[in-house]
C-alpha cells in the first residue's frame, strides 16, 4: 500500500459524527443563514473577537438587514486576515471552497456565492450535504432539550442526545419540569421522580445522555447526603441559592442521572476542556482530572470525555488509559487546535487502548459546517496517520485499521449500534 490508499480509505469511510448542534430542518429552510452567517456565525467569531474586532462589526456581521455582504465582510476583514489561519479559520477556507467554490475570500467572491446558499437550503440538501457529501452515517444531536419532535426525514440518521445540564449546574426549571413530567419539584422526593420521569420519557428514544456543565461550575464532582442535597434544594427554590448551594445539588443531580443512565444504557457524554465564545472561561473548572472521583463512583456507566479536554489533553490520556469506562471524543478538538489534536491522536495511539477514542464531532449548528468541520477532521487525521506511517511507527494496514475504528468502531462499540 501507499499513502494515497491511506488517504482514500479515510475519505470513503462512513463517519460516525458523535457532537453537532444542528438546528432542525425548519430553521434551515426556513431563517437559514446568509453566506456571511454561515461562514462566520459559528466559531469563527470567536477568533475574530480575540484578534480584536468591535462588537458594533460583529453585530453587522452577524445581520444580514445591517448592511450588504461587502460591507458588512469589509467591517471584519482585517481580524478576517489575522484569525484565517487558525483552526477556525481553516474550516471556513474549506467550506468557502468546497461547498461554494470560493478560492480566496474576498467581498466580490461572497457577493457571487450568496444565491447558493439559497439553493442549499431545502429538506432534502440539508441531508443530502452531511449523508452523501460529508459522508456521514449519523449525527448525534444535542439540541439541548430532554423532548424533541423526531425528523421526519431520515429519522435513524438524526440522533439525539438527553440533556441533563441544568440539574447538574444546581439548577431547577419548575415550570419546564412541570410541563415535562406533570410533576413540581418541592422536596428532594419531587425532583428524583422528575429525573426518573424525564427518563423513563424520553432515554428509549436517546443515543446518550449530556451535560455541559462545566461552563457553569466546576466538573469536580462528591458524592452527597440527602441531608446535604435536601437543604441545597431548599435554597434553590427559595432565591437560587449560592454557587455552593447549587455545586451540592448539581452534585446530587448528576449522580441520580448517571444512575438513570446505566439503567437505560446509554453512555454520558460530559463536556470537558475549552469554553465557546470569549472573556468567561475558568480554565481551572474543565479539567478533566476532576472527573476522576465520580468515574470510580460508577465504574458500571460509560462516561464520553468531550473535546479531548483542550488544553488538558495529557490529563485526559491518562485517564483514558486508567479507566475503563472512559472514551474520550476529538469533537470540536481538530478546529479548535488541529496541530495539538494532531498531536493527541498520536500520543493516545501509544499510551491508551485503540477501542476508547472517537474521531469527530463538529460541534456545529448548519450542515454546510457540519461538512466543512468533517472534511477539516478527515484531512488532519490523514496528516496525522500518514506521519505515522513515515515515522515506522505503524505499517500502512495497521493506520487503515486504526482509521477504521476510530472513525466508526469504536463508536457502534460504545452506543450500543451494533
Not at 478560492?103 to 442549499?120: M, R
Not at 425532583?191 to 427518563?199: E, K, M
Request: overall charge negative.
Amino acid at each position: 500500500m501507499s499513502s494515497s490508499d491511506l488517504a482514500f480509505e479515510i475519505a470513503a469511510i462512513r463517519l460516525v459524527d458523535t457532537h453537532e448542534h444542528l438546528q432542525p430542518a425548519g430553521a434551515w429552510r426556513e431563517n437559514g443563514p446568509d453566506i456571511l452567517q454561515d461562514l462566520f456565525g459559528h466559531y469563527a467569531w470567536h477568533d475574530l473577537v480575540s484578534a480584536g474586532l468591535q462588537p458594533d462589526a460583529l453585530e453587522r456581521l452577524l445581520n444580514p438587514a445591517s448592511g450588504s455582504i461587502t460591507a458588512r465582510f469589509n467591517d471584519i476583514r482585517e481580524a478576517w486576515e489575522r484569525t484565517q489561519f487558525a483552526g477556525y479559520g481553516e474550516a471556513i477556507r474549506l467550506s468557502a471552497h468546497h461547498t461554494y467554490g470560493i478560492d480566496e475570500i474576498t467581498a466580490e467572491a461572497l457577493e457571487a456565492a450568496q444565491p447558493i446558499v439559497a439553493s442549499l437550503q431545502n429538506d432534502a440538501e440539508r441531508l443530502r450535504l452531511m449523508r452523501e457529501v460529508a459522508l456521514l452515517d449519523h449525527v448525534q444531536i444535542d439540541d439541548m432539550q430532554w423532548n424533541r419532535v423526531p425528523e421526519p426525514l431520515s429519522p435513524e440518521f438524526f440522533t439525539y442526545d438527553l440533556s441533563m445540564w441544568s440539574f447538574c449546574r444546581g439548577e431547577i426549571e419548575n415550570e419546564k419540569i412541570a410541563a415535562e413530567t406533570g410533576v413540581t419539584v418541592t422536596d428532594l422526593d419531587s425532583l428524583r421522580n422528575a429525573i426518573a420521569s424525564i427518563f423513563l420519557k424520553n432515554a428509549p428514544h436517546s443515543i446518550a445522555v449530556k451535560s455541559q456543565h462545566a461552563y457553569d461550575r466546576s466538573l469536580a464532582w462528591e458524592e452527597r447526603t440527602e441531608a446535604e442535597a435536601t437543604h441545597a434544594l431548599q435554597a434553590v427554590l427559595r432565591d437560587g441559592g449560592t454557587s455552593i448551594d447549587r455545586a451540592v445539588l448539581g452534585d446530587w443531580c448528576w449522580a441520580r442521572s448517571i444512575e438513570h443512565a446505566i439503567e437505560y444504557g446509554l453512555p454520558f457524554k460530559v463536556h470537558t476542556g475549552m469554553f465557546a465564545r470569549n472573556g468567561r472561561m475558568t480554565i481551572a473548572w474543565v479539567r478533566p482530572g476532576h472527573l476522576t472521583k465520580l468515574l470510580a463512583r460508577y465504574p458500571e456507566a460509560r462516561f464520553v470525555l468531550m473535546h479531548i479536554g483542550y488544553p488538558y489533553g495529557d490529563e485526559l490520556i491518562s485517564i483514558a488509559k486508567h479507566y475503563a469506562n472512559v472514551w474520550v471524543d476529538l469533537c470540536w478538538a481538530w478546529s479548535i487546535d488541529p496541530y495539538s489534536s494532531s498531536d493527541f491522536v498520536r500520543r493516545f495511539i501509544h499510551a491508551a487502548p485503540v477501542n476508547k477514542l472517537f474521531a469527530y464531532g463538529g460541534d456545529t449548528m448548519w450542515p454546510t459546517n457540519v461538512l466543512a468541520y468533517s472534511l477539516q477532521a478527515r484531512r488532519w487525521l490523514t496528516k496525522t496517520l500518514e506521519a505515522e506511517v513515515a515515522a515506522g511507527d505503524l505499517t500502512e494496514k495497521q493506520a487503515i485499521t486504526i482509521a477504521e475504528r476510530i472513525m466508526r468502531r469504536n463508536q457502534f462499540e460504545c452506543f450500543d449500534l451494533l
